[in-house]
T-cell receptor, first 115, second 117 residues
């Protein structure tokens, strides 16, 4: 069974541009979460989507947004890129969040470099 | 707000030996889950072990086991018979079980484990 797939894996953008990252969850998974990982701030939660609805949001500026489609695929967008947005963006998927047996699986991440 | 603290930025262990990674957390919730994730150089997060707060028995997965001390809010990971492939960054993480469903994980800062041959 295919894992969590993130595209693109690597990208370089210029300050001020915008970027869209994509995440395809494991088949049957309806929950998708996004995390930003940087050397200085560590792993920080961005947002979580379940059945096309955002049900949790981290403490990030409005430049960071996301959405989820009916097939559970998710995208996140960062507008007006800043140098500090350079990071590894990780996507995670799971079936739901309501039971103890729920396992959260991560993708390999998208490396974003802002120059 | 919940917090997770890993006080050991780096650890080193000899191959075949045992090592324990520390994690403490702070929460006022009664229902929650704790995890250890491994992040190798490939950067993909891999679940190592999971503990439900309502379970008194410590979780075990092959060479990996935890020491869950709920009153002390401590959740350490023991790796037995360490192997070269265990070298990675290890993250302790917390997920709330209260207030409805969520998959939001709160991570510690990580412990970089080196395994010496």
């Amino acid at each position: 069974k295919a894992g969590v797939t993130q595209t693109p894996r690597y990208l370089i953008k210029t300050r001020g541009q915008q970027v869209t990252l994509s995440c395809s969850p494991i088949s049957g998974h309806r929950s998708v979460s996004w995390y930003q990982q940087t050397p200085g701030q560590g792993l920080q939660f961005l947002f979580e989507y379940f059945s096309e609805t955002q049900r949790n949001k981290g403490n990030f500026p409005g430049r960071f947004s996301g959405r989820q489609f009916s097939n559970s695929r998710s995208e996140m967008n960062v507008s007006t890129l800043e140098l500090g947005d350079s990071a590894l963006y990780l996507c995670a998927s799971s079936r739901t969040g309501s039971d103890s047996g729920n396992t959260i699986y991560f993708g390999e991440g998208s490396w974003l470099t802002v120059v | 707000a919940q917090t997770v603290t890993q006080s050991q930025p780096e650890m080193s262990v000899q191959e075949a030996e045992t090592v324990t990674l520390s994690c403490t957390y702070d929460t006022s919730e009664s229902d929650y889950y704790l995890f250890w994730y491994k992040q190798p150089p490939s950067r993909q997060m891999i679940l190592v072990i999971r503990q439900e707060a309502y379970k008194q028995q410590n979780a075990t997965e092959n060479r990996f086991s935890v020491n869950f001390q709920k009153a002390a809010k401590s959740f350490s990971l023991k790796i037995s018979d360490s192997q070269l492939g265990d070298a990675a960054m290890y993250f302790c993480a917390y997920r709330s079980g209260n207030g409805g469903a969520t998959n939001k994980l709160i991570f510690g800062t990580g412990t970089l484990l080196a395994v010496q041959p």
